[in-house]
């Protein structure tokens, strides 16, 4: 089977635990306005790549990766599934540590075809980094073209799969770093069982120049980016309600 791949990164290190083989797919629904990819926003583009093709790639560099893996991003990797699954397959015969970067947009609860494709993907899966982009579903819609009941309801998904999870969250000034939104944040994951980190990101303008190249306007124009403190103070917010959250649930 063959994937439509905006490209690869043979070794990343921002993308999961160790170096790891990065491998971007085309495609994503979303348009959040800080996306500094927006060259993977067009589906059924890009290079056609089997799995094994990129097995054989990953192979040629294995010694590196003794700590790390394979890490597939987007785009939104979960809009091509069935290539995922073949994927993910051959990496788990070969005993290489899967990690999916998502936003679970794709996510819709109940029963369907998708989530059985899903479920069997999660078997393969050792590591889900999720992002999750405004707590609030408005807030989200705003920032993202689409809410985050399906996200949210993802994230519950994965925490009934005992699926570990890496949260993402950016900061980005004036939109995502209100204190009362960042707190909201926290309580949620505090009613999760499997996150196994938090990665507060400050919002940069480095793919501005992506949007020019592509005569798209860029939406966050004005904008600045955000500072190292402008995170730490985030993610502090978010971990004290993430604990209090916790401690409330033994209590």
Known sequence: MNGYIHSTESFGTVDGPGVRFVIFLQGCPMRCQYCHNPDTWK?????????????????????????????????EALMQIDFLLELFRLAKEKKIHTCLDTSGITYRPGESEYNRKLDDLMALTDLVMLDIKHIDPEGHKILTGHDNAGILAFARYLDDKQIPVWIRHVVVPGITDDPGQLTRLGAFLGTLSNVKA??????????????????????LKGVEPATRKQAVTAKQIILTAYWKAKKNATA
């Open 43 to 75: 589906m059924n583009s890009g290079s056609l790549r089997s799995a094994q093709s990129l097995i054989r790639e990953y192979e040629r560099n294995q010694a590196f990766y003794a700590k790390g893996g394979i890490t597939v991003t987007g785009g």
């Open 198 to 219: 938090l990665d507060v990101l400050p919002y940069h303008i480095m793919g501005v120049s992506k949007y020019d190249e592509l005569d798209i306007p860029y939406p």
